[in-house]
């Protein structure tokens, strides 16, 4: 899961993505599927004849990250072979790393406790605020710990205990929710193959406050609901935190047990027992909970402390700043293809990027994808993908409506705002629409209270020709020379 959030961010960055994976890892996180990235079978497939070069489908390989416990040293530079710098993931200073970036999310963690451990020169990203979230965790952060503001009781409990249920104790925990009387809704989330989902599923048919989910996709969601988790030490523990919601933990790894440590001194969760005792500790600290008022509101502020959900954007940047040392602020232009239908979903869906537009709600993939194919043969619409830096950065996209005149819209990655791209994006496009004949006439809607696009069209030279209640309204002809004395693709 953490890798799917850092694809995302370097999605959203521009880049193309490939995974290489077990099919077990592949049926017990169906969230790979959902992603829809390309992905080989590392234990089927020849994978690394497919890659020998350091290229993919024609294309160099920028970077390769490694992920797991059992791949270390040896074959972290049996992968030098394809010439690309090395990202890894750990969570555990205690084995040696042949890499160039090194990311451990650790609360408390600190690069020092990796030296000697990596080549010299690598750089080490480490401590929570680095932890690798889903972008939908710092959406719903605010609303989140907006809630949790006054004493308040636990009557809702979100338990998730691992996809796999690692130590069978997810029933367990479940059975012994059920018997406190107190709790209005438990919601537990599982994996296809976790060892306790028929028990659940059993649970579940004879309780009614009891719900079993199937990996979820809206799990920030069911936790902004909940008042307190029970759960393991792991990457979900900064899930829980991002959103402020206090957690009860179970620990199932040795490696988790410094997090579990860290966390409890912080004061976002308390630790239960492993043993056979565990469900009646996890009672037990929940009795404690209910007769200390305010205690839940005291938690849940420290636990907001400990991570604010930027990581996966910081984390983006490190690997930018590593593999872009050199900027230039040259754009390109080219129409867009079938295969940037996700790139551009993902833009729009950012959120900066949703409140530019009139709705401003999510588009769902189906939704997008539907829409994209027919815009693409669309003989009224253009779409281009704006470029930098050999990667993609951005859209603009022309609708001729019956009047003639092309409506136009603008979404840049998050990684370049600020960098006066959008200005040099917009002009260009404009000028290639208006060579092409495309139309003779553009015109922008742009929300009254979006300062900064107001800005960004009239410095592409468009001028105000009238407003409502809820926009401005703007107009570049073809004949207006201003946009010509501009910059021609060069960022500011």
Known sequence: MRCLTLAA?????????LFVCSAATASTVPALARSRIVWFEADQHDWSAALWDGTFNGKRIDLVVVDSYRLGETFERS??????PILVIDDAPAR???????????????????????????????????????????????????????????KSIFVSLGLTDVGGQTANIARSLIAARNLSRIVVVSGPAARSFDELSALASRDTRIEVLVDPDNIADLMVCSDVAIGTPGTSSWERCCLGLPAILIVVADNQRDNARALEVAGAAKIASIDSEGPDAVLRILRELAVQPGKLEQMSRQAADVCDGNGAQRVGTAIDEFLLPERNGLLTLRLATIADARRLWLWRNDPRAREMFGDSQPVSWDTHKAWFEGHLTDPNTRIFVVGAFDRPCGYVRFHVKLTGTATVSIAMARNVRGLGYGTAALVLACREAFEQRFCECIEALVKRENVASQQVFRKSGFLPVGEDADFFVYHLHARTDAHESRTSGQAE
Not at 9 to 17: F, K, L, S, T
Not at 79 to 84: A, I, M, Q
């Open 9 to 17: 961010e370097m999605e959203q960055r521009g880049a193309d993505v």
């Open 96 to 154: 040696p790393h042949d890499c160039d970036l090194l990311v451990d999310m650790t609360l408390g963690r600190s690069a020092d406790a990796y030296s000697g451990l990596t080549p010299q020169g690598c750089r080490v990203l480490a401590g929570a605020s680095y932890t690798l979230l889903r972008s939908e965790f710092g959406e719903l952060r605010a609303a989140s710990l907006a809630r949790r503001v006054g004493a308040y009781e636990a």
């Open 79 to 84: 992968l030098r072979k394809l010439g690309s």
